[in-house]
């Protein structure tokens, strides 16, 4: 081998290596050596005399590969909270791949014999390239001008003559056009996890001025589990300058409608997501709440019944410390076998919001923000599971779908007022 090129090549070499480690750190500088010393190794070995294969034989040592291929990329993907659409997209393109080798090695191309012939071989790649093209993206969901048009021209919503269930339908919509479902899911329905789901982490338990400051200043408060530097900035600044003073109350109207009765509220990014059963600081807000300091609860005092530090100091008032405890008998049709360890979430919202009848216990729901009663009962439940002495937390219940939702409605689980 010549000097020169020798010395070329080192200083090619190191360089990379440099590069490498000034992006990826040592790691990366290690890889890149492991990779150009397995290169050298394989240049040393004396190649094999080729045949040529048949197609079969191509095709049966491809189609392994790629199958096996597909399923990383669409695991991968699945991992990384791809809508399924675009798994499916990634895996079609490997199969695109797999069909493109295939063509370029089934068969050796004769020599060219004039300049004619390579032209009529670059026109017809491109002929079939363009068919395949056009015939893949014509079964495709089409663009369609007058649909993205009318999007467009659609008059700004005006809430002048609404009524309730058209604001909170028009707010939806708001919700919609400023593609808030790119990053936000609602329950069941969206596109990704990158924001909290508004639906499972019940943002309309909040105030309308809180969900209105996380809208127009969403750098101000970060979402519990969205404080790593890329969540920090992806909620986008502009929505005060882009939404109108109607479009905004609408939105938060619809937004104050996203709650379950049946689940503790859900913090965190998907899939690293945990309730307020097992959230220090839900349950800290929720201790203020029980010993009657809390100041968005003044007036509420669990503990002047059921004690502060859980003995009870009423007769006949639940000792939250026994978690074998039965539920009361007293409402008639609504009574659950289960012991207070394992009671629903459903069965603590209930009982708390709405008490006990001919009891102490008041609907307390009625009265004061919800947002506070979880969190509560949160705390209430310390009594019998102490916080520090858990081993596991309570699993994330799955998130609900549509058909749940409408029955939460039909089954009249929401209190009126809604506090
Ligand atoms: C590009 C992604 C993205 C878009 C688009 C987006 N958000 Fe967000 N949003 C986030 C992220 C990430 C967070 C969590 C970090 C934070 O609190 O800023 C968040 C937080 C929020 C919160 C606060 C939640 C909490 O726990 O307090 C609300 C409310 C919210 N978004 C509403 C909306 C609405 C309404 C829209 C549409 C008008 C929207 N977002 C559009 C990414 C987005
Ligand atoms: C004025 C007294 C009083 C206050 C204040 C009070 N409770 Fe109670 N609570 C009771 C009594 C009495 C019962 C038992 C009712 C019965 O079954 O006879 C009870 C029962 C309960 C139960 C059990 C329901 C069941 O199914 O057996 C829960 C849970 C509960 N309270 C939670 C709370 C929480 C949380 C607070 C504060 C937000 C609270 N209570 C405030 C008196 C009170």
């Known amino acids: 081998m010549k000097i020169d090129i020798i010395i070329i090549g080192v200083i090619a070499g190191l360089s990379g290596l440099f590069a490498l480690y000034g992006t990826f750190g040592i790691i990366g500088a290690g890889a890149g050596f492991a990779v150009m010393v397995t290169y050298a190794l394989l240049l040393k070995i004396k190649p094999k005399k080729v045949e040529e294969k048949t197609l079969f034989q191509n095709i049966r040592f491809k189609l392994p590969v790629i199958a096996v291929l597909a399923g990383i990329i669409w695991v991968l993907a699945g991992k990384f909270n791809f809508p399924v659409w675009w798994q499916i997209e990634f895996v079609a393109f490997a199969f695109v791949g797999f069909a493109f080798f295939t063509l370029l090695d089934w068969k050796t191309l004769k020599l060219e014999k004039s300049h004619f012939d390579w032209i009529k071989r670059i026109l017809a790649t491109y002929a079939l390239a363009s068919g395949i093209f056009i015939g893949v993206t014509a079964q495709l969901p089409q663009f369609d001008p007058e649909i ?18 058209e604001v909170i339908a028009a707010g939806r919509e708001v919700f919609e056009n400023n593609k808030c479902f790119n990053c936000h899911k609602v329950f069941w329905e969206g596109n990704s996890d990158r924001g909290p789901n508004l639906g499972t982490k019940q943002i309309g338990l909040y105030t309308e001025d809180y969900i209105k400051d996380q809208i127009l200043n969403p750098r101000r408060n970060q979402a519990p589990g969205f404080e790593d530097k890329k969540s920090k900035k992806a909620m986008p600044t502009y929505y005060g300058d882009d939404l109108s003073e109607d479009e905004l109350s609408a939105l938060i109207s619809f937004l104050k409608t996203l709650r379950d009765p049946t689940h503790m509220p859900v913090e965190g990014k998907f899939p690293n997501q945990w309730t307020w059963w097992d959230d220090k600081d839900a349950i800290a807000e929720g201790k203020l709440v029980f010993e009657g300091t809390h100041p968005q609860t003044e007036g509420l005092l669990c503990a002047v019944c059921h ?7 009423m007769t006949g008032a639940l000792d939250f410390r026994n978690e074998n ?16 360890k394992d009671w629903p979430d459903a069965l603590w919202y209930r009982r708390v919001t709405r008490g006990i009848p001919e009891t102490p216990m008041a609907a307390w729901g009625m009265i004061f923000p919800h947002l506070y009663l979880w969190k509560a009962e949160a705390y209430a439940r310390t009594f019998h599971d102490p916080l520090d002495k858990r081993t596991a937390k309570r699993p994330v219940p799955p998130v609900p779908t549509k058909e749940e939702i409408e029955s939460w409605k039909t089954k009249g689980l929401f209190l009126d007022p809604l506090l």
């Open 307 to 313: 004690g502060k530090d859980g003995i009870p100091m």
């Open 148 to 165: 993205e048009l009318a999007k467009l021209n659609k008059p700004p919503v005006k809430l002048a003559g609404l009524a309730g269930p």
């Open 325 to 340: 405890n039965p539920d009361t008998t007293k409402i008639e049709g609504d009574h659950t076998d289960k012991l207070l």
